[in-house]
């Protein structure tokens, strides 16, 4: 095995990590699933078709922004999907609020929950709570027929490549805008602003032709693509940052490593060249 | 040469980016300059000391975060003095103030001003303006006996270590402090809150003992140590966000691929973990 584990962007550049074994590996039916010990304060990483998903080290810098964002904008989140996300990082999260009453992980690949589950359990810990129920299945036919479900949608994904690629069409966003309750919110990954602006554009044009409420917030992610990533926020009747739920502020911040009320408003500030992109889109 | 560039900090992990030549490569009497063209969308990269200070493709996430934060809390901003920044990025933004009237470039290394001037125009286009006045000298000197001379101060140094270590020291804090006029505002690089806690935490404890005011703002840099970047906002008389200058908003917007008014006041929303080693030192 070579010193470094790298993962090198089409734009060029990418992260390398020093690498001191692979402890998983193995093809599941939709992808390579891979644990790897690294020589870095990053720790375990899991990788998914040698792409990062998630490293013990730096998870929160994306858990924390995936899932606080649209929950703290709800001002009572008690059932919650979390499409994607078998890592269980996101689960954890959201179980940190005390209103949630019932989490779906709804994941395609069981490799991923079990990999991670025996190699990653500080951020699979919140998978055994007696409140998560695990669906391992397709996302796309599990969300068909759901109506008026959920308060919070998390889109959790990998790239709009692989067996991520139908959790970015619009028939799936309706889908999921079909799934929420009055005053849903949905959060989903929306790829790197400084590699990816060109996925970026499809997806926003999408999530816009479904979604009443469609915005963009940001925050760095020091071992994903560009050192910053982006997640779209979607409502059918909730602007971002129009509610704020402050009874859960302080239990929430607490338990968290950045999270906290400024840092959450902050990230809907955007730099110019995102804002033209989102704009034009 | 091998395929990759690869810089990788204590923390174990780094960046690597695809590597066509080196361009240019010497040793002046302070250190290691090198200009490398990499096969990626950063275009040309410098390094000093084997550490990379900029890229053709993401100078821009540095030099607009470093420069318009203090200068555009200031009111009338006509003196500037930038300390190290060689490559010209910081001066080329000070430069985009209609207000300012005068730019002291202090940079020891006379050879990282001539080899950005030929190998990065972009970036050093601003050093010929002539309102610039450049001294290849050593700041620590340069500012010993400056008084009441500057409305804003940058410091755009390298890392602790080699010939910037002494731009780190109480003594030479005190120094730039005696060298702002009524109403100045000093910005300082700071380092990566990923990888490089301990410095912060001692430049920080420094920077309090001198300055009244001090407060740390952060963004997104792409090919820095663990892509996010901290900076210091210091001054004697002027709160961060007391006042800003909107009579000048709307042209260095217009000229920046960042930077706009509600970027700007989100950078002051910290992480948690860094609030709390900030409150701490």
């Known amino acids: 095995m070579s010193e470094f584990y790298k993962e090198i962007t089409p734009a060029g550049f990418g992260i390398a990590i020093k690498q001191k074994q692979v402890l998983f590996s193995k093809q599941s039916p939709f992808q390579k699933v891979e644990i790897i010990d690294s020589d870095s304060e990053l720790g375990k990483i899991l990788t998914l078709d040698d792409l990062m998903m998630t490293t013990e080290g730096d998870e929160f810098y994306y858990h924390e922004m995936i899932s606080h964002i649209p929950m703290m904008h709800h001002k ?36 991923v929950i ?79 602003p400084v590699v990816n602006k060109n996925e ?11 979604f009443p409420i469609c915005a963009a917030y940001t925050s760095p992610i020091p071992t994903y ?9 979607c409502s059918v009747d909730v602007e971002p940052l129009s509610y704020y739920a402050d009874n859960r ?20 500030a955007l730099p110019n060249y995102l804002k033209e992109l989102l704009e034009n889109c």
């Open 76 to 111: 009572n989140p008690e059932t919650v999907l979390v499409i994607g996300g078998g890592d269980g990082g996101t689960v954890r999260e959201v179980l940190k609020h005390s209103s949630v009453k019932k989490v779906v992980l709804c994941e395609i690949d069981g490799m």
């Open 249 to 268: 502020a302080a239990e929430i911040t607490k338990s968290c490593k950045i999270y906290n009320k400024e840092y959450h408003y902050a990230r809907f």
């Open 200 to 210: 970026i554009k499809k997806m926003y044009k999408l999530l816009k032709k479904v």
């Open 114 to 192: 079990d990999a991670c589950k025996q190699y990653l359990p500080t951020i699979a810990c919140g998978l055994d709570d007696n409140r998560v129920e695990i669906k391992v299945e397709d996302a796309i036919a599990y969300i068909k027929d759901k109506k008026d479900e959920f308060d919070i949608v998390l889109i959790d994904s990998t790239d709009p490549m692989g067996p991520g690629e139908g959790l970015f069409t619009e028939e799936f966003y309706t889908n999921v805008k079909n799934s929420l309750k009055k005053g849903g919110i949905v959060a989903a990954q929306s790829e790197s």
């Open 225 to 233: 693509p560009g050192g910053y990533w982006a997640w779209a926020y």
